[in-house]
T-cell receptor, first 114, second 111 residues
Framework: GAVVSQHPSWVICKSGTSVKIECRSL??????MFWYRQFPKQSLMLMAT?????????EQGVEKDKFLINHASLTLSTLTVTSAHPEDSSFYIC??????????FGPGTRLLVL | KNEVEQSPQNLTAQEGEFITINCSYS?????LHWLQQHPGGGIVSLFM???GKKKHGRLIATINIQEKHSSLHITASHPRDSAVYIC?????????????FGEGTQLTVNP
């Protein structure tokens, strides 16, 4: 099956620091990766869509300079939360797609900014 | 009004009961997904449908394209089925595999 991993699974950091989250497709090449955030009791909110080798497309209201996305290869995308603040605390989920049909979701990364 | 609406928002059942979760959408779609999110947060894709009905174990998913409605059924429910079930659609108007999500249905199955 198609497996997507995320690292780290959880992270606690101080306000003002930057945090990098990795999303990897382990057994397939992902032409597109998606980054979501999810607040408690709410559904997934798409942050950005990233295609390998090109700039990410950000959703309205998502600051591209704050949430840096790099999709350098067909199996790896990274999300860097720069100068994190407590309001950035959330659950971040990536998904990867190899066709236009299905997204395969990662296990998520829980971020807590103190 | 959300493009994807689920009902009920919360559902509590006794072990063994037959469960139905509904999803209605307002746009033309090319596919509909049912996802399961466990308390730890990880998401598993249960079904992808564009027509008809699919079955996997105790889970059955149906879709009526004309009525813009899908249902997820769980037969002989078990406490391990407790999770959030999310309906998501891929709109005909969007390119690629981008999804629009419902708010989710929190299912609790008591022993």
């Amino acid at each position: 099956g198609a497996v997507v991993s995320q690292h780290p699974s959880w992270v606690i950091c101080k306000s003002g620091t930057s945090v990098k989250i990795e999303c990897r497709s382990l057994d397939f090449q992902a032409t597109t990766m998606f980054w979501y955030r999810q607040f408690p009791k709410q559904s997934l909110m798409l942050m950005a869509t990233s295609n390998e080798g090109s700039k990410a497309t950000y959703e309205q209201g998502v600051e591209k300079d704050k949430f840096l996305i790099n999709h350098a290869s067909l199996t790896l995308s990274t999300l860097t939360v720069t100068s994190a603040h407590p309001e950035d605390s959330s659950f971040y989920i990536c998904s990867a797609s190899k066709t236009q049909e299905t997204q395969y979701f990662g296990p998520g990364t829980r971020l807590l900014v103190l | 009004k959300n493009e994807v609406e689920q009902s009920p928002q919360n559902l509590t059942a006794q072990e063994g009961e037959f469960i139905t979760i509904n999803c209605s959408y307002s746009v033309g779609i090319s596919a509909l997904h049912w996802l399961q999110q466990h308390p730890g947060g990880g998401i598993v894709s249960l079904f992808m449908l564009s027509s008809g009905k699919k079955k996997h174990g105790r889970l059955i998913a149906t879709i009526n394209i004309q009525e813009k409605h899908s249902s997820l059924h769980i037969t002989a429910s078990h406490p391990r089925d407790s999770a959030v079930y999310i309906c998501a659609v891929r709109s005909e108007r969007t390119s690629g595999s981008r999804l629009t999500f419902g708010e989710g249905t929190q299912l609790t199955v008591n022993p």
